[in-house]
């Protein structure tokens, strides 16, 4: 379920410092930044309807990422 292009996750990879990249590498950074951009949205999801609105906010994202 890999959700961004590989190329964008190669991009992050390589601006990190790498020379090369495998493609193992790229779609388990896809998998794992997938999973957790996931989270962080169904929580700010929750924290935008607990607060009685249907739209989420960039505050709510703030602080879905911080928990």
């Known amino acids: ?3 961004f292009a590989a190329a964008r996750i190669e991009k992050i990879i390589r601006n990190a ?3 090369r990249v495998s493609a193992d590498a790229i779609d388990r950074l896809n998998e794992i930044v997938t999973d957790y951009g996931t989270n962080i949205a169904k929580y700010a999801v929750e924290i935008a309807r607990h607060s009685g609105r249907k739209t989420v906010k960039e505050s709510d ?3 879905a990422a911080t928990k």
């Open 1 to 3: 379920m890999a959700g």
């Open 17 to 19: 410092g790498a020379r």
């Open 61 to 63: 994202i703030k602080l």
